[in-house]
């Protein structure tokens, strides 16, 4: 079973409080979820494995640490997710970017996809799946079901609100996926609105309606 990790940071805590407000307009929503995103970016990259290298300073030879493991691509599901993008950049500005477009149908809340361009060697990358909401789940197992039929191997879904009902599907659809979010809500309501949630978090971030 993928874990599910809320991230109980502070400072995260603080920013996700603002952005659910609806007075806060589209700049500043934009700028907060920039911030929470790097902020996300450093909690979900504690475990990322190191190795020692030789480095020589000014004054001497010394063993220090330099990451190991695998290269990596942040895939932010269209649109939201790109509000996500560059504040995972701001820390890990080598990654690649492979997008993902999915909406969803309004009648049926089914995602449906319009859009896969990748990095060619996904299968060799560790995978960051962002997405500012998780709510039915829909959107995310599709995302990660078009990226394991590409080869990727090593997924993880951060977003910023999950309700426990998409945290449920994806755990199911998909066990091997650790979910990491900055908050856990109640539940979704009859329109697949998250409760209490933030609304509409690619409208809010676009500006439109
Ligand atoms: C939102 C959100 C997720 C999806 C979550 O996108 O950004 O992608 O809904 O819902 P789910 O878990 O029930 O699938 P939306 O479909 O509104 O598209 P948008 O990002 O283009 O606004
Ligand atoms: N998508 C959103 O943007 N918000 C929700 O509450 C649910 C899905």
New binding site residues.
Partial sequence: MGELHVIDHPLIQHKLTIIRDKRVGTQQFRQVVNEIATLMAYEVTRNMVTEDVVVETPIAKTTQKSLAGKKVAIIP?????LGMVDGFLELIPAAKVGHIG???DQKT?K?VEYFVKMPSDIEQRELFVV??????????I?AIDALKKRGAKKIRFVGLVA?PE?VKAVQKAHPDVDIYVAGLDDH?NKD?YIVPGLG????RLFGTK
């Fill in positions: 599901i269209i649109r939201a997710g999915m909406y969803r809340l995602p997405d500012p909401m998780l709510a039915t789940g829909g959107s995310a599709m309700a998409g979704l697949g509409d978090a690619g409208d």
